[in-house]
């Protein structure tokens, strides 16, 4: 049965592609396979991080988005200034739903856009002049931000702004970090090098600023690396390790501080949640600190558990009894989840194409209901996010990497998915159609889905969203006839 369901997609793969010309064609093809069970690694069967086909519509995020949409902006107690036009740092303000405690505009700044405004003459002369005096200004307004990053946007990097310069004598000017970060738009492939970049900005300028302060530590001091707190995300993961017995010390950046993320090296294990976009840090961390770090999981009951006693055992007996206690205490609520929703879910198929994590972290949350992933894509993974995905995909399920536009239309049409997980751009395209949809990326203005309670509001979306009757209404306006 899986061969025959490798070999119906194979064809599938080979119909869509067939619109291309033949070099496109014989370069997409590359990005597209049939997962199998057996594979420990996808090895050269799909190609990944590579930049998109000139000509070919991509959905990716570009390196600025990386660094100040993701890593950067979330962190709510310092200024974020978009260096270059308006546009993008209105753009990337406050669009991922980053949740936070704290005044907006009095000590957290995260939803505020901080911008150069760059100008035609801004262009020609350049904008150092007008960079320092923004800081500045945000010095005199806001002065109760702990430090200013400079994010820089595509203009930037091609007129040679100095921002180190600027940075290092504002530093010394207003008695704050200001912190550079050369993350303009057109650097590498895709918004994954704006997370590179970002984290080796994190090392350089902020890992160590803290190293000679004393701080007191315990032996169960861990750190939540790579949680953006998308909807309340990171609060309901930091009850769960709490209540095992752990202490957060810090959690970054959803939600997160800079006095936070200078107090990570003391701690005594990171845990990772986006690997794609920390787990440079978490490296570096390991190798300079000694500080082991391990990826996690809190989608779905399931994973739940299997990522608590995966937790634990780097602990001590009593981390690991008290896990299982957290465990048994919510699993009562979590056979109710499943018990009310199964029933309306069970076999029905999803599509998933996400980011560089989701499309992986949440088949087992869809698991837990009874329905099955038949196809899984990622905008900006790198090799090993495929390799880590194959374990939860069955035989025969269509992996794709920086799938066109047209290629996922074509796809969804061919497989038809009962429901399809992608974001904000995809979405109304395949909701006209009537196909039911959910934005993965930022849970469609609902969340959390991490944890017990996560999976609760996870399970009430799906069947809302499935079980709607209103799609069978629906018909495609390129379809209607006069």
Aim: proline share 4%.
């Amino acid at each position: 049965m899986s061969s025959t369901l490798t070999e119906q997609h194979q064809a599938i793969v080979e119909e869509v592609l067939e619109v291309f010309p033949e070099k496109a064609r014989k370069e997409r093809r590359k990005h597209i396979m049939s997962s199998d069970q057996e594979m420990e690694s996808v090895g050269k069967c799909i190609i990944s991080n590579r930049k998109s086909q000139p000509g070919v519509m991509t959905v990716r995020g570009c390196a600025y988005a990386g660094s100040k949409g993701v890593v950067f902006g979330p962190i709510k107690d310092m200024a974020h200034i978009s260096h270059g036009p308006v546009g993008c740092g209105q753009y990337s303000r406050a669009g991922r739903r980053n949740y936070y405690t704290g005044m907006s505009g009095i000590d957290s700044f995260g939803t505020v856009n901080f911008t150069t405004d760059f100008q035609e003459r801004d262009i020609v002369f350049g904008g150092d002049k007008k960079l320092d005096k923004v800081i500045d200004e945000i010095e005199m307004l806001f002065p109760l931000t702990k430090g200013i990053s400079i994010q820089s946007e595509c203009p930037v990097g091609l007129i040679g702004d100095n921002i180190e310069a600027v940075a290092n004598a504002s530093r010394k000017k207003i008695g704050k970090p200001v912190i550079p970060v050369r993350c303009e738009g057109f650097r590498g492939v895709s918004q994954s090098l704006g997370h590179h970049i970002a984290n080796d900005v994190i090392r350089d300028w902020i890992l160590d600023n803290r190293k000679d302060q004393p701080f007191e530590t315990t032996p169960y001091d861990i750190a939540i690396i790579g949680d953006y707190n998308i909807g309340g995300d990171a609060w309901s993961s930091r009850i769960l390790l709490e209540e095992i017995g752990l202490r957060v010390v810090a959690q970054w950046s959803g939600d997160g501080t800079l006095t936070e993320m200078e107090n990570t090296p003391r701690v005594k294990l990171n845990l990772v949640h986006c690997y794609r976009s920390m787990n440079y840090i978490a490296r570096h961390m390991e190798e300079q600190n000694n500080i082991p770090w391990m990826e996690y999981n809190f989608f779905g009951p399931t994973k739940i558990a299997e990522s608590l006693r995966k937790i634990a055992a780097q602990f001590d007996e009593t981390i690991q009894q008290k896990a299982e206690e957290v465990i048994a205490r919510h699993q009562a609520e979590a056979d109710a989840i499943i018990a009310k929703y199964r029933p309306r879910m069970e076999g029905r198929k999803v599509l998933l194409y996400i980011g560089g994590l989701r499309s992986r972290h949440v088949i087992g949350a869809y698991e837990d209901l009874g329905m099955e992933i038949i196809g899984a894509g990622f905008e900006f993974a790198h090799n090993d996010d495929y390799d880590r995905t194959l374990p939860d995909l069955k035989t025969g399920t269509l992996l794709f990497d920086d799938a066109s536009s047209y290629e996922l239309e074509e796809f969804v049409k061919a497989l038809k998915p009962d429901l399809v997980g992608s974001g904000i751009k995809e979405k109304y395209i395949f909701q006209k159609m009537g196909v039911p949809f959910r934005q993965m990326h930022s849970w469609d203005y609902s969340g959390p889905y991490h944890g017990y309670d996560g999976f609760a509001i996870f399970a009430r979306d799906m069947d809302m969203t499935l079980n709607n009757p209103s799609w069978s209404a629906l018909t495609a306006p390129w379809l209607k006839t006069a």
